[in-house]
């Protein structure tokens, strides 16, 4: 069995900063991707950032919207992806779920997601 477990998000003020993470435990063979997602009310769930492991170095990728806002890490040893979120907008308010694209031991299943987590920005 996998889990991801968020923490992190809150309420913050345009402008400032949350740093969430996510961190998977389970029988987990290999990673071959993490990222965030968010859904905001009345609209889809729309990826923010992800980390792709290619071999000995991994490759971030970013929503537009975040571009040089947010920025995506992970710790392999702890299995455990952050997002940093600094200079926060209202429009970032939304409930941010992590997702896993992974290889388990006891699993065929490849596709996971957190229980989200609220960030809200006010203006």
């Known amino acids: 069995q996998v889990q991801l477990v968020e923490s992190g998000g809150g309420l913050v003020q345009a402008g400032g900063s949350l740093r969430l993470s996510c961190a998977a435990s389970g029988s987990i063979f290999k990673f071959n991707a993490m990222g965030w997602y968010r859904q905001a009310p009345g609209k889809q769930r729309e990826l923010v950032a992800k980390i792709t492991s290619g071999g000995s170095t991994n490759y971030a990728d970013y929503a537009d919207s975040v571009k040089g806002r947010f920025t995506i890490s992970r710790d392999n040893a702890k299995n455990t992806v952050y997002l940093q979120m600094n200079s926060l907008k209202p429009e970032d308010t939304a409930v941010y779920y992590c997702?896993?694209?992974?290889?388990?031991?006891?699993?065929?299943?490849?596709?996971?997601w957190g229980q989200g987590t609220q960030v809200t920005v006010s203006s």
């Open positions: 997702n896993a694209d992974l290889i388990s031991y006891t699993s065929s299943k490849r596709d996971y």
